[in-house]
């Protein structure tokens, strides 16, 4: 059902590797997913796609911090002797890796509260991607619709640092990355209010299949490929049985659950991109699609 739409939709959506650096020398890499939305190099992702990056900032203050009062203290003689121990895990470097070496992102609007980020790609090729994304109409969305998700879960992404260079690499064999779909049905819409920033509705769509990691910032979208919604988070609903079961001698209770994937809204996305003026494709009324600028 979805090998067309999934072969659209791998056209517009690219990885995003996060790599980080440690006080402790330790290198990590995680990933997700992103969607370009047009041909000036717009796209959006999930917003705690960021989180590491507020960490490294926040890392950089506490290590200046430190430093300069482990150095007022070695100067002082009436100061405390002791030094104050820096942390192991503050982040001393951080890099996002935008698909394409030399690019970075500009214009970045990032909503932690609605988990999204929108930003543009610098420098971008319109030639990169050769079918841009359409979104569905979010007044079409309806509870029962099949959908589909890509994103590129269960990959081994490594990375390294180089000293001399004061930059990362990603280690041979990790790219290409493979995408992964997984199916499902929208089950429910999820309505939380509104935004503190903006007064957007902050309104979800729920699937009876997860999300899995890698896949966040990834597209959920029908079988004809149009864009549904933005995967963000997945949901563990308890589902109230307590079967027991027997472990090295001892009884033990398992509370069941099921696990539900979250996407934003098409509505919500759309709010927020006719705010900053970004061109989008919409699904029109009749076959064919409207620009939105």
Not at 165 to 192: C, E, Q, Y
Not at 204 to 230: C, H, N, W
Not at 269 to 285: A, V, W
Request: with cysteine; glycine share 8%.
């Amino acid at each position: 059902m979805f090998a067309d739409a999934c072969e659209k939709a791998a056209k517009f959506t690219r990885p995003l590797i996060i790599s980080t650096r440690q006080l402790d020398g330790k290198v990590l890499a995680t990933c997700g997913a992103f969607i370009v939305i047009n041909k000036e190099g717009w796209i959006m992702t999930a917003g705690h796609m960021f989180d590491s990056f507020v960490k490294f900032q926040g890392d950089q203050n506490k290590i200046k911090e430190v430093s300069d009062l482990n150095t007022s203290r070695r100067s002082d003689p009436g100061s405390p002797s002791n030094m104050i121990r820096e942390d192991p895990t503050w982040l001393t470097n951080h890099s996002f890796w935008w698909a394409w070496d030399g690019v970075r992102l500009v214009e970045a609007y990032v909503n932690r509260q609605i988990d999204i980020c929108i930003g543009r790609l610098e420098p971008f090729d319109p030639m990169w991607i050769k079918e841009y994304p359409v979104f569905r109409d979010p007044e079409t969305l309806r509870s029962g619709t099949s959908v589909c998700r890509l994103g590129f879960p269960f990959a081994h992404v490594e990375s390294e640092f180089d000293e001399a260079s004061k930059a990362f690499r990603i280690k041979k064999g990790v790219l290409p990355l493979p995408l992964f779909p997984n199916d499902g049905i929208h089950t429910r819409n999820v309505a939380k209010g509104k935004s503190k920033e903006g007064n957007h509705d902050m309104l979800y769509v729920e699937t009876s299949s997860p999300g899995l990691r890698g896949q966040s910032g990834g597209p959920i979208f029908d079988k004809e490929g149009k864009v549904y919604a933005m995967q963000v988070q997945t949901a563990h609903m308890p589902l109230g049985f307590q079967p027991t079961a027997e472990f090295e001698g001892k009884r033990m209770i398992e509370n069941q659950f099921i696990n539900v994937g979250i996407g934003v809204h098409m509505k919500t996305i759309i709010s927020l991109l006719k705010e900053r003026n970004i061109r989008f494709q919409q699904d029109g009324e009749d076959s064919g699609y409207r620009i939105i600028d």
